[in-house]
């Protein structure tokens, strides 16, 4: 007999389930129940919907039913919502919303792609006002849209300065709002440690975006909304991207297992507690591929790896699905920020002796037209140099990089790897020695006592506890702008006037991005100097402390930013 497959839920997790169980099995039934309107659209290009670069709503949907029964011979039911599961009699009792009617299908195997709801706190006062919007699927930036099109709109609040709320942020602003982002955290972006931010938050500003950090919001009005401190932030629109929350109402209902995480638990091959039924996407606990803890991860990526394994099981025995890394990227106006593995406070919280490295260089060849920067930070440990994760922030391709390093994560190598690695090279794509090149020689340096180093985001406190900073860079870069008190020897001049350089405590030394710092720094240590380069030097400083020194109205401790 065919099997019978009911999966609930669409999107990413639930369409792929089915697809691949098609291409397993000919002759199986498989239904698709979606609450929705789409059963398959581009979620992650939500956006872009408001911001103009897709011009119409129904390009962002995929696939329709018409097209999953066409094609292979899948049904496909929107609006339609599974209400409860009998796990004793493997049946699912299935509601059209548009009509009441109820029906039971029976299932040989059950998949829940029920994804995960943004939040928005029930007790909030004017949560439910009319001007304020959550974004999950087409239909909720269809309703944005309209509002934006029907209303006097000039100013939004977003809430929350992760994916959605950044993304959202830049698209209102794309289409002429006023824009100010609202969130608790001290930085926005939580996968980044928070000295990276700040390239982000800079970034935000130039484009006319107010930020609002560490600051919760505390109630939302019919044109403004007021935040813990007590600030007011005009808005006749207001995007809530606080979160999202598993949605698990259907598993719990049923008694399948929950996990510490509040994800529905499941096996190496997305199995639940229930050997019926299986769990993919959002909802689904997930174990974290370094630590072995379980974790969530609501991305589309690991999403769809997720339900090929699961629709795999069906047909055939499966390996143990591997752990999720947290790979991802994200354009913020003019910048690409992209990171994968452990972050710093990861790190400490696991208790792990880590080094760190860090590079400010060209994404292509220097003298190219369209060349730019990449801030690149690379952890490891500290015994044996094995990769544990990066960070990378550029108008490049810094996402390229970190795809490399996520594998190298992925595969266990080391920094001496990565330093020795053959990757591509012409002078329009990269640079003959690639940033992740880079960041791994420097941390080889660093394992192997050739260099000793302190990060940019240190600056300021050496600065302010008087500490001796040496600037190598040549006269007329430092008159345009440097770090106050520091000393000017240009590393053209450094030999000729080592003796003015003290021996009795350290020197710390910057150039513009790091790389005459570096030879300054050796050339100091083979004279017996306790030196320390900067690094990320005066570049990635200056990027460092603009958000700031704006937004707190504080004394800058240099006298020229550098930006070029």
């Known amino acids: 007999m065919a099997k019978k497959y009911l999966i609930i839920g669409g999107v990413a997790g639930g369409a792929s389930v089915a697809a691949r169980l098609r291409r397993l099995d000919e002759r199986a039934e498989i239904t698709m129940l979606e609450r929705g309107r789409d059963v398959s659209f581009s979620n992650c290009a939500l956006p872009y919907f408001i911001g103009g670069d897709i011009g119409l709503s129904g390009e962002l949907i995929l696939v329709s039913p018409d097209t999953f029964w066409q094609r292979y011979r899948i049904r496909a039911r929107t609006l339609t919502e599974a209400a409860a599961i009998d796990r004793e009699n493997k049946t699912v009792l299935a509601r059209n919303l548009q009509t009441g009617q109820e029906e039971t299908l029976p299932y040989d195997a059950l998949f829940l792609s029920p994804g995960a709801s943004p939040i928005m706190p029930a007790s909030l006062p004017g949560i439910s006002l009319p001007h304020v919007f959550s974004v999950r699927n087409v239909v909720d930036v269809e309703r944005i849209d309209a509002y934006l099109k029907d209303h006097a709109v000039r100013e939004a609040a977003v809430i929350g300065g992760g994916f959605i709320g950044l993304e959202m942020a830049e698209n209102l602003r794309h289409r002429g709002l006023e824009v100010t982002v609202a969130d608790m955290a001290p930085q926005v972006m939580l996968p980044f440690d928070r000295d990276m931010a700040q390239f982000l938050h800079k970034e935000v500003l130039d484009h006319g975006v107010a930020l609002a950090l560490g600051d919760g919001l505390m109630e939302i009005h019919s044109d403004h909304v007021t935040l813990a401190s007590g600030r007011e932030i005009p808005a006749q629109v207001v995007i809530m991207a606080i979160g999202v929350r598993p949605e698990t109402a259907l598993a719990t209902g049923c008694g399948l297992e929950i996990g510490p995480t509040g994800g529905i638990k499941v096996d190496g091959a997305m199995r639940t507690s229930d050997p019926s039924i299986y769990a993919v996407g959002d909802a689904a606990e997930l174990v974290n591929f370094q630590t072995g803890k379980p974790c969530r991860l609501p991305l589309a990526g690991p999403a769809l790896r997720q339900a090929r394994h699961a629709a795999t099981a069906q047909t055939e025995e499966v390996p143990d699905i591997p752990g999720v890394l947290g790979s991802s990227v994200i354009r913020v106006f003019g910048l690409t920020a992209a990171s994968t593995g452990m972050n710093g406070k990861a790190l400490r919280d696991a208790g792990i002796d880590y080094g760190v490295s860090f590079v400010v260089a060209n994404d292509i060849v220097g003298i190219m037209p369209g060349a730019s920067p990449i801030f690149l930070k690379l952890f490891f440990e500290k015994t044996g140099g094995k990769v544990l994760g990066a960070q990378a922030i550029g108008q490049g391709a810094a996402e390229k990089r970190i795809d490399v390093i996520a594998t190298a994560v992925r595969f266990g190598a080391s920094v001496h790897d990565l330093k020795d690695l053959d990757l591509c090279y012409s002078p329009l794509y990269s640079t003959a020695r690639d940033p992740v090149n880079q960041a791994a020689l420097q941390a080889t340096n660093l394992l192997e006592g050739k260099l000793r180093q302190v990060l940019f985001s240190q600056v300021r406190e050496l600065a302010e506890k008087g500490e001796y900073l040496l600037d190598v860079r040549e006269t007329d870069e430092y008159t345009q702008g440097h770090v106050k008190g520091s000393k000017n020897i240009p590393l053209s001049q450094l030999r000729e006037r ?67």
């Open 498 to 564: 080592m003796d003015e350089i003290p021996r009795d405590h350290p020197v710390y030394v910057f150039c513009r991005s790091g790389a005459r710092s570096y030879n300054a720094s050796r050339a100091m240590m083979q004279e017996g100097i306790d030196a320390y380069n900067i690094a990320g030097s005066f570049l990635a400083l200056s990027w460092h402390e603009y958000y700031q020194d704006q937004t707190f109205n504080r004394e800058p401790i240099v006298t020229g930013y550098n930006f070029e």
